[in-house]
Nanobody, 123 residues
Framework: QVEVVESGGGSVQPGDSLTLSCVSS????????QHWYRQPPEKERELVAQ???????KYADSVKGRFTVSRDNTQKTVYLQMNHLTFEDTAVYYC?????????????????WGQGTQVTVSS
């Protein structure tokens, strides 16, 4: 009933910028928040940024001042603007959407994840 899709990854040089998008679709009733995680090569997945349903935002220390989270008025599309990219930002970036859904006969709440989008920073 719900699908989350990330896009916008690519290969860039140090200092460049990229904007990732995360779109949630389906029978969405309420959005409680979205999370951006990343998994660098051979490392654990780590939280990059998150935005609550009320619009409260938190960033990992490693991206503060360089990355910006924003969201459209429907709350179904969230963006991650990444500036001054470094080699250490190379990772697969994942979006998780905490939301509830409803149909005529059922409903629920869960965190739904996208398939990930690759960001590679190299010279």
């Amino acid at each position: 009933q719900v699908e989350v899709v990330e896009s916008g990854g690519g290969s860039v040089q140090p200092g460049d910028s990229l904007t990732l998008s995360c779109v949630s679709s389906g029978s969405i009733r309420k959005v409680y928040g979205q999370h951006w995680y990343r998994q660098p090569p051979e490392k654990e997945r780590e939280l990059v940024a998150q935005i609550t349903g009320e619009g409260d935002i938190k960033y990992a220390d490693s991206v503060k001042g360089r990355f910006t989270v924003s969201r459209d008025n429907t709350q179904k599309t969230v963006y991650l603007q990444m500036n001054h990219l470094t080699f250490e930002d190379t990772a697969v970036y994942y979006c998780g959407a905490d939301l509830s859904w409803t149909t005529a006969s059922a409903g629920g709440r869960d965190v739904y994840w996208g398939q990930g989008t690759q960001v590679t920073v190299s010279s």
